[in-house]
């Protein structure tokens, strides 16, 4: 916690800024920016939409990323899915730092009479954000916790 020298809690912000090589491979495409100052994530256009093999509903961002080594990039449903019948196939999407290609999101969409994306429209969010490089260290016994082994639900309702 940093004080003034009156003993008021100062906030100090610190941003840093991570540059991000990003490619269209359709000229529709829209680079993504941050709606609001102090948003996680920017927002993905659908530029081309069409059906896979499996039935999902497929929306094509039109946009390739080099996401720098350490890096990830993480890609979440909008809040406003909740206005249609679909869901994001793989719920969070996840690119990887060696990923080149397009960025496409694979929705199950349930009832197609209901509101769903149209091309244009911003249909995910992305986030990027570093990551540990982990080595796992095998063991015969873990620490013990508050929690201990409980699983589904015993935290509380």
Do not use: W
């Not at 991570?18 to 920017?42: H, Q, R, S």
């Not at 990923?99 to 995910?124: M, Q, T, W």
């Not at 990027?128 to 095998?138: A, D, K, L, N, S």
């Amino acid at each position: 916690m940093i004080v003034d020298s009156e003993g008021n809690m100062i906030t100090k912000t610190v941003i840093n800024t991570l540059f991000v090589n990003i490619k269209k491979t359709n000229p529709n495409a829209v680079i993504p920016k941050y709606a609001k100052e102090g948003d996680a994530c920017m927002d993905l256009v659908a530029v081309e939409k069409f059906l896979d093999d499996f039935g999902n509903t497929c929306y094509n961002t039109g946009l390739a990323f080099e996401i720098p080594p350490g890096f990830v990039g993480l890609v979440y449903p909008r809040s406003s899915v909740s206005k249609t019948d679909m869901n994001l196939r793989n719920c969070v999407g996840v690119i990887d730092s060696g990923y080149r290609g397009p960025v496409v999101l694979k929705f199950r969409e349930y009832d197609h009479s209901l509101f769903n994306y149209k091309i244009g429209d911003r249909v995910a969010q992305l986030m990027i954000m570093p990551y540990p490089q982990v080595q796992f260290t095998e063991v015969d016994q873990l620490s013990d916790s508050d929690r201990g082994v409980g699983g589904f639900g015993s935290t509380g309702s």
